[in-house]
Structures are given as structure tokens and as C-alpha cells.
């Protein structure tokens, strides 16, 4: 992978965990 693609995909795992949590502390209240 170039640098570029790399990053963005780091990017995008990062935006997937945060949705997750959130998603996560919306069904626990």
C-alpha cells in the first residue's frame, strides 16, 4: 500500500471504533 491509502485506512478504522463506542454507550443508558 502507498503511504496515502495507509493512512486513510488507519483513518477510517479510527472513525469506525469511535461510531462503535458511541453506538455502544447510546444502548447501555
Not at 502507498?2 to 479510527?14: C, H, M, N
Amino acid at each position: 500500500l502507498l503511504d496515502g491509502q495507509t493512512s486513510e485506512l488507519l483513518e477510517a478504522k479510527r472513525q469506525i471504533e469511535f461510531l462503535r463506542k458511541t453506538v455502544m454507550e447510546k444502548d447501555f443508558e
